[in-house]
């Protein structure tokens, strides 16, 4: 299919169900996160989804080894618009076959090569600014600027991720050569996405940080006094150091662009970045 111009980005955790079907409704892609569902909670939320708009959206899992194949194996099955992952490389032909476009997650153009070669129908640049979880699978974890990836991946339809909060952001990332651009920090400030005033205001007034206290694997959030008691020490591996992390309190995934983000509803945003 032909993407639009926006996606929103795939936020477990940190979103309602509807955010995915709010976002589709005003003109973006919408995005169910279903790394943290079971197989049968994922085809419900997709057929939930489905109740609340009758326009595209699209489902997100974490790749191999963190991929549960019974939740793919939905995704092959209800097959909605488009399927996204990260953190590795998910054969992209069953989903061919099925109608669905697949996009890999890479940050690094060494990553979005071996995604391309894959045959996955466009590549997600996740630039160093993007919160959440580093959709690294190669060598480290590379934090690449996002306007620098968009600009060296030229083999392979390319969706720019990391500190859009604008329509200015927006239309410099397509200059450079987006299809399109994927968009979460900013999505979390609308009053649809219903986040606590206490997260917002940690990004608001925190620098973010890419770190694997958190989890045991590097995502970016805000680096608050929990987060920065967490630093102190040597984690767990992914995904159950967040057991330890949750005994001191919530911490508060974002990208570098939340101090810059706006507090509106998911239409008017999705105006704005599209105008």
Do not use: W
């Not at 989804?49 to 959206?57: M, Q």
């Not at 690449?144 to 600009?151: K, S």
């Not at 200015?168 to 986040?195: I, K, P, S």
């Amino acid at each position: 299919m032909e993407l639009p111009r926006v996606i929103q980005a795939p936020m477990a955790f940190n979103q309602p169900l509807s955010l995915a079907a709010d976002a589709s409704n005003a003109g973006a892609l919408g995005t169910i996160p279903g790394a943290g569902l079971s197989a049968d909670d994922l085809r419900a939320a997709i057929r939930e989804v489905r109740t609340r708009t009758d326009r595209a959206f699209g489902v997100n899992l974490f790749a191999p080894p963190y991929l549960d194949d019974d939740a793919l194996a939905v995704v092959v099955e209800e097959r909605p618009a488009v399927f996204s992952f990260t953190m590795g490389i998910v054969d992209p032909e069953p989903l061919r076959a099925a109608g669905v476009t697949t996009l890999g997650t890479a940050t690094s153009v060494e990553e979005a090569r071996v995604l391309a070669a894959s045959g996955v129908d466009g590549v997600v640049a996740q630039g160093a600014e993007a919160g959440g979880h580093r959709g690294s699978f190669l060598h480290g974890f590379p934090l690449v600027p996002v306007r620098e990836l968009v600009a060296e991946i030229d083999f392979v339809p390319v969706v720019a991720a990391g500190g859009i909060t604008t329509r200015d952001d927006v239309h410099e990332l397509l200059e450079l050569g987006a299809v399109a651009v994927q968009v979460g920090t900013a999505f979390l400030f609308t009053r649809e996405c219903e986040r606590p005033r206490e997260h917002l205001e940690a990004l608001r007034t925190h620098e973010t940080v890419v770190t694997d206290a958190y989890t045991g694997r590097p995502m970016r959030a805000a680096r608050d006094a929990v987060l920065d008691e967490l630093m102190q020490r040597t984690p767990l591996p992914f995904p159950e150091q967040l057991v330890e992390s949750r005994k001191l309190g919530p911490l508060f995934m974002g990208g570098t662009g939340a101090q810059r983000a706006r507090e509106l509803s998911v239409a008017e945003l999705v105006a704005d970045l599209c105008a």
